[in-house]
């Protein structure tokens, strides 16, 4: 049967009965919500990473989709196992997770993006959540004018099963002998047992009294029907966000009292005289996720509201219980968390929260689509509906601003090495070892935002950074968002925004280092641009680490020709060994003597060995000292007659410059994704003696 014959199917099936049979046939499931989530997250692919020199896991589920979950392998890591800890009957069942970080690192988006795709793991067969209503009460008398009576917090049909007797033994045996379920299947079921909610126990037992406890008669009165899961109703997942201390009350967390209700209902004592949809929590009780946007923000006595919730799983009001099944998801800034810890009476709420700290994302290379996400999708325009061109560098130097930001000082590495082994490259004679043990010391501090990436600019500075740049008259009159530009937006947002005296000096200082960064991704562009070729540079540098691999092969001829086989694509290749370019290269790197030079062209065929075996494209790009001093070689020794680039660049006064000068714009108009405005303010920013390191 083809999956709309299966829909049609569902839509029929309506009685109890019915859904014992479909559950006892596998197409039906009954689970408890951890032990959904855990499947959904187990069910995808589980990939290995090495992250930071420590190797974890990387749950392909938070990759899917057009915009995903960039990085955050611990905090995912943490929280999968918190949920299956939960689906094993763990401790973690009785607890809450709490996401705490720093403003705009991606904590509320983690939740809302679990949410969409639990809501898309329960729209498929079998994973349906279906819930029961009681129908035609009118007869009973009891009701008023209420005919049909949902169950308020979504019951799950077999918790009516297994509570259709006062004995829990009765209603196994009613389960054996009506639908052959196995002694497995039904310790299976018992292990998620509850009691039904006040009211659906109330009405159950007065459909009893009124048939005269005829089980046949009483099911008359049950229909099965799926749980809704349209987004806007908040059901199976819903978000409370804190509002302030007078709006705010217990009754938007559990329900009230209905005045509505009370005009039908005769009998005073009858528990569903409350309308616990009313509140946020009875939505999302059927096996969903309730998400508490800053939990900590709440007054006092909501937050203890949630201190019954989170340990008991749940409503309770006026002395009537509603249990419930539901993940609970809090997120907290780390300002309103320590507050919260200072006040010691409010110890046992921290206790039943399993908290995981979220840092900002560290890997530079990971954040170029975060930055992606920031610039926004759509093509941008000027005020004038004109077309807004993005600088092929404003990516790069937006990611690496931001990402210096994030990266604490130490004293065993500069911070373009911290950022270049986060990112899980060549950082000269440091290995992802020293960033391991600076990770694992930072670690040690007892103030959380002192540790690694728990302090920087967040993505929402980066999408004011990217506001400001856009709104300025020079972007609207080039109709470009040139790359040097945003370092003056990430200036003015972090006097306007950061508060901290300390952090301001720090990020300034940052912004230095990104600037220094941004001008040799210049000198790379302006030398491929001379070349009249996209991947000039990466030629070069390859040329260097093939000569030195090649320098002291046993097949080298008088004539200095060296074959070897290209991994990349499996030629032959030939190659002439320069000895005088390679000494210039290392001479440009500081190697005076012939130990040093051996000692760095040993770790280049170390780090070759290595990464060739893994990954044939590796081009040593990564390597940015090796990088600029093969441009420095290239740009500053062999332009002939021209003295140098930057003098031919700007003195255009004669033909022979001019020509030079068409003949790259055209070049990075052409090949490089400029356009006329960045291609020639890049190359203005070359001639200038700005920003060198």
Not at 488 to 498: G, M, P, S, T
Request: glycine share 6%.
């Amino acid at each position: 049967m083809d999956e709309k014959g299966e829909a049609a199917m569902a839509a029929q099936i309506q009685t109890l009965h019915d859904h014992l049979a479909a559950l006892k046939a596998s197409k039906r499931r009954y689970e408890n919500v951890f032990q959904s989530v855990t499947r959904m997250i187990l069910e995808k692919k589980i990939e290995k990473v090495v992250v930071n020199g420590k190797t974890t896991y990387d749950f392909t589920i938070f990759r899917d989709g057009p915009k995903h979950i960039i990085g955050m392998y611990d905090e995912i890591n943490s929280f999968v196992s918190y949920v299956k800890d939960a689906a094993e009957g763990g401790s973690s069942k009785e607890m809450a997770y709490v996401l705490v970080g720093e403003p705009g690192n991606g904590k509320t988006f983690f939740v809302d993006y679990l949410c969409t795709k639990y809501r898309n793991f329960l729209s498929k067969q079998p994973n349906v959540k279906y819930t029961f209503r009681f129908i035609n009460l009118d007869k009973m008398g009891q009701f008023g004018q209420i005919k049909n009576i949902e169950s308020q917090t979504y019951e799950d049909p077999i918790i009516l099963a297994m509570n259709l007797f006062d004995d829990q033994a009765e209603s196994r045996k009613y389960l054996s002998e009506n639908f052959k379920f196995s002694d497995k299947k039904l310790r299976e079921y018992w292990a998620n047992y509850r009691p039904l909610g006040a009211c659906s126990g109330y009405i159950w037992n007065d459909l009893r009294y009124f048939t005269g406890g005829d089980i046949k008669a009483m099911l008359e009165h049950i229909e099965i029907l799926p749980v809704p899961l349209t987004e806007s109703l908040g059901t199976v997942t819903g978000k409370y966000p804190a509002k302030d201390k007078i709006t705010s009350s217990a009754v938007d967390l559990l329900g009230e009292e209905s005045i509505q209700r009370l005009l039908h209902i005769t009998d005073t004592n009858n528990p569903y005289r409350f309308d616990l949809r009313r509140g946020a929590l009875a939505r999302v009780a059927g096996g969903g996720i309730h998400f508490a946007d800053e939990i900590y923000k709440n007054k006092k006595d909501l937050v203890q509201v949630y201190l019954g919730v989170i340990q008991n799983r749940t409503i309770e009001i006026d002395g009537f219980k509603w249990p419930i099944d539901t993940l609970i998801i809090a997120t907290s800034n780390n300002a309103e968390f320590n507050r919260f810890l200072a006040e010691k009476e409010e110890a046992p709420i921290v206790d039943r929260c399993r908290i995981g700290y979220v840092s900002h994302n560290t890997n530079y290379r990971m954040q170029s689509e975060l930055t992606t996400y920031a610039i926004g999708s759509e093509t941008k325009t000027t005020f004038t509906h004109e077309k807004l061109h993005q600088d092929p560098n404003l990516n790069y130097a937006a990611s690496v601003a931001i990402v210096l930001s994030r990266l604490p000082r130490s004293e065993k590495l500069t911070p373009v090495e911290t950022m270049k082994l986060s990112a899980g490259e060549v950082a000269g004679e440091k290995s992802i070892k020293t960033l391991a043990e600076v990770i694992d010391t930072l670690s040690q501090n007892p103030d959380i935002t002192q540790r690694f990436g728990q302090k920087g600019l967040g993505q929402r500075n980066l999408g004011r950074a990217i506001q400001l740049l856009v709104e300025t008259s020079e972007t609207n009159e080039g109709m470009c968002m040139f790359s040097y530009d945003i370092f003056k937006a990430f200036e003015r947002v972090i006097l306007d925004y950061v508060g901290d005296a300390n952090d301001r000096i720090k990020y300034l200082e940052d912004l230095k280092t990104a600037k220094g960064l941004y001008r040799e991704r210049v000198m790379t562009e302006i030398f491929n641009s001379y070349m009249d070729e996209p991947f000039a540079i990466r030629k070069d540098v390859m040329n260097y680490v093939n000569m030195v691999i090649g320098v002291d092969a046993e097949n080298l001829g008088p004539d200095r020709m060296w074959k070897y086989k290209d991994p990349q694509t499996g030629e032959l290749k030939a190659l002439k060994i320069d000895e005088r370019y390679v000494r210039n290269v290392e001479e440009r790197l500081g190697l005076k003597t012939d130990e040093q030079r051996e000692s760095f062209r040993t770790s280049i065929r170390k780090i070759y060995g290595q990464k060739i075996s893994i990954d044939p494209s590796y081009d040593f790009m990564d390597n940015l000292e090796l990088v600029k001093a093969v441009t420095d070689v290239r740009l500053k020794s062999d332009i002939a007659g021209a003295g140098s680039l930057i003098g031919a660049l700007a003195n255009r006064t004669n033909e022979e410059n001019q020509k030079l000068y068409d003949r790259m714009v055209q070049t990075m108009l052409g090949k490089l994704n400029y356009c006329r405005t960045c291609a020639q303010k890049t190359i203005e920013y070359f001639c200038t003696q700005e920003d060198e390191q």
